[in-house]
């Protein structure tokens, strides 16, 4: 209760300070020819929108990977695109209830096995994000480097050991999970899973690369997968619709670190974060006509991931496998 209370306290200041910036730095006349950037230099636009697919097409074969399953790729990436458009249109991060349905529905797997395979995929998520953020912080020199980098590193190590310990050791759920965990990530098939999270990480910051260019800003590229993986990781705090006001403070702030001047760099997130609403929106819709839901069933869903209803079905690990 207290770590969500903190959570819940953290988002309401980054969207207070969202729209201090807003309040401060927001022109719709400017935001309009900001966004219509997009649109002059169409060579950007289609970078984006490739490299932006192109990095969910990699997080779909990692979880397809991870799986281990002989399910096409498409239902692992329109499961991702539906969980991508959920996320932008309600104020709490349910998509991942729709993810873990839709690959229930289609990949012929328990509610246990799907949301097992969604939370690993989170995680690594989490952690190839931390760690780009912890070599990021060191290599670019800011304030407090260490600091951070030690606080990353032991949750990290946490997270690698509290699995050893015996009273966690004994909790049924914990231990099965833990067990395919293994089995799958530490291997090769792991270090491919891996590499896979990472570049499309790398892709993803693409995105507010080319909007970058456009706008004349001149951090490098390297710099700018930096300020992506920071404000990824930030969307934890999500408790708006796409993360609004999250996304702008922690990419306006991460930008600025970068020795971007403030407003540009609130004009940059807003432009990115406009981008990957228009693409959430139209991915969403593709996936809705190429394997197609119905809204009850995705509240369903939505709801058995929020209240932790339990799967009647059989377990993760099976006694013949």
Not at 6 to 16: E, H, Q, T
Not at 108 to 127: G, T
Not at 274 to 297: C, D, H, I, N
Request: glycine share 8%.
């Amino acid at each position: 209760m207290l770590k969500k209370q903190l959570i819940r306290f953290i988002a309401i200041l980054m969207v207070m300070c969202s729209l201090y910036l807003t309040w401060r730095w927001f022109s719709s006349e400017e935001w309009l020819q900001d966004v219509g950037l997009l649109f002059r230099q169409p060579k950007w636009f289609v970078f984006m929108s490739g490299v932006y697919a192109l990095s969910f097409l990699l997080k779909a074969a990692a979880w397809r990977l991870y799986a281990g399953t002989g399910v096409r790729i498409s239902v692992y990436f329109h499961a991702i695109s539906y969980s991508l458009f959920i996320n932008h249109v309600l104020p709490i991060k349910a998509g991942d209830g729709v993810r873990a349905g839709l690959f229930m529905k289609h990949g012929k797997a328990s509610w246990d096995e799907a949301l097992h395979s969604v939370a690993v995929m989170r995680l690594i998520d989490m952690l190839v994000l931390a760690a780009i953020g912890g070599v990021g912080i060191i290599r670019l020199g800011l304030p407090s480097s260490w600091m951070w980098v030690t606080v990353l590193a032991g949750g990290a190590v946490l997270l690698a050991t509290a699995h050893f310990l015996p009273l966690i050791r004994k909790i049924p759920f914990v231990a099965k999970h833990a067990a395919y965990f293994h089995l799958q990530i530490l291997s090769l098939k792991g270090t491919a899973i891996m590499a896979l999270i990472t570049l499309s990480w790398i892709l993803e910051a693409g995105v507010i690369y080319a909007v970058a260019r456009m706008m004349g800003l001149q951090p490098g590229a390297i710099s700018l997968v930096w300020a992506n993986s920071m404000t990824i990781a930030g969307q934890i705090f999500h408790i708006t619709p796409g993360g609004i006001g999250t996304y702008e403070s922690t990419m306006s702030g991460s930008l600025a670190l970068l020795g971007v001047d403030g407003k540009d760099a609130y004009r940059a997130a807003l432009v990115s974060h406009t981008f990957k609403f228009l693409f959430a929106f139209t991915l969403g819709a593709y996936s809705l006509v190429r394997m197609p839901l119905q809204w009850q069933e995705m509240k369903n869903w939505i709801k058995r991931l929020t209240l932790n209803i339990p799967t009647s079905r059989h377990s993760l690990l099976r006694k013949d496998d």
